[in-house]
Nanobody, 126 residues
């Protein structure tokens, strides 16, 4: 069982930055690939970024490539999402998710993820 708690959301102007954190409980954090997803009002939840258990492999949605960076600290059981050059269309609830994996891989597929956080709101004003 893994419990995930996101933090770091808030209100920021376009062009600004935020760093989201996701703290995980449990001793096996390093056995999970981690992902960030987001859901804007009236839209389906979508993939944002993912990182393998070692941190050696990452994947990003095209819409955030070059602006967002995912990282993890296995010693602190925490995954981060650094978001730069934010745009109003980045406004959404951001969710952290954990995917139990048997290899050092990542997945953009929502159904692959076993555990989810409650989400943190990010609002970007124009």
């Amino acid at each position: 069982q893994v419990q995930l708690v996101e933090s770091g959301g808030g209100l920021v102007q376009a062009g600004g930055s935020l760093r989201l954190s996701c703290a995980a409980s449990g001793r096996t954090f390093s056995s999970y690939a981690m992902g960030w997803f987001r859901q804007a009002p009236g839209k389906e939840r979508e993939f944002v970024a993912a990182i393998s258990w070692s941190g050696g492999n990452t994947d990003y949605a095209d819409s955030v490539k070059g602006r967002f960076t995912i990282s993890r600290d296995n010693a602190r059981n925490t995954v981060y999402l650094q978001m730069n050059s934010l745009k109003p269309e980045d406004t959404a609830v951001y969710y952290c998710a954990a995917d139990w994996v048997s290899s050092d891989s990542v997945s953009p597929l929502e159904y692959e993820y076993d555990y989810w956080g409650q989400g943190t709101q990010v609002t970007v004003s124009s």
